[in-house]
């Protein structure tokens, strides 16, 4: 119930949300192009497109993408004042939540950019050869990148989303502790469910990471 209360209070912000996210990914669209253009190099691909509107369509998803990550410090303060007015927590623990929040998800994000992306994409291209040369759609591209950013910024926020289930009295450090077996049945879904391709390997790259921040939130829990 407190939990159907929460969604009700964030329920006003939905305007507020939408307004910010539309004018957000207006701006960002104008710098897509610069966006993609360093993706692309970065990532050392070659970008090939397959429609006529496909183009346009990637650089939307550019910017929507990005202004969910700009967006993201809003989101965490906008939840932090539906915990404190719903479940009457401190302002000191709300503010720990808030900065918490969004550091974990920009750590997240830059876990994927500097770690999981350039290691994913080597390995997977390895496979090629001199007959079967990749040509990879910037589309494709564009989904592969952002959803792995937009999941690692999410699957990040683990530990703290434990610690706000044993503040609230739901459960506890050892229930964690003992559902282990189900909690990594859960991660592979997870992994299965975020990640844009259905490989063993894409999945391993978020589950063993999604893991570990459950053994990191037990320890907070704590």
Not at 67 to 87: D, E, G, K, N, T
């Amino acid at each position: 119930m407190r939990l159907l209360k929460v969604l009700f209070y964030l329920r006003r912000f939905v305007i507020e949300g939408v307004v910010s996210f539309l004018v957000t990914s207006l701006l960002l669209f104008f710098y897509a192009p610069d966006l993609l253009n360093f993706m692309k190099a970065y990532l050392g691909q070659d970008l090939a497109f397959y429609g006529v509107f496909e183009p346009m369509v990637a650089l939307i998803k550019v910017a929507s993408i990005g202004a969910l990550i700009v967006l993201s410090p809003w989101f965490a303060f906008r939840i932090s004042q539906a915990l404190r007015a719903v479940f009457g927590f401190s302002l000191t623990f709300v503010s720990l939540f808030f900065i918490t929040s969004f550091i974990l998800f920009f750590i997240g994000v830059l876990f994927c950019f500097f770690v999981t992306l350039p290691f994913g994409i080597h390995f997977l291209l390895q496979f090629g050869s001199d007959t079967v040369r990749p040509i990879i759609g910037v589309g494709k591209f564009v989904n592969f990148t952002g959803f792995f950013l937009l999941g690692f910024g999410t699957i990040f926020e683990l530990p703290l989303i434990m610690v706000i289930i044993t503040r609230t009295g739901v459960a506890d450090a050892e229930f964690f502790k003992k559902n282990r077996r189900y909690a990594i049945l859960i991660v592979a879904i997870l992994a299965a469910v975020l990640t844009p391709t259905p490989d063993v390997f894409n999945m391993s790259l978020m589950g063993i990471p999604l893991y570990f921040l459950y053994e990191i939130g037990i320890i907070f829990s704590r």
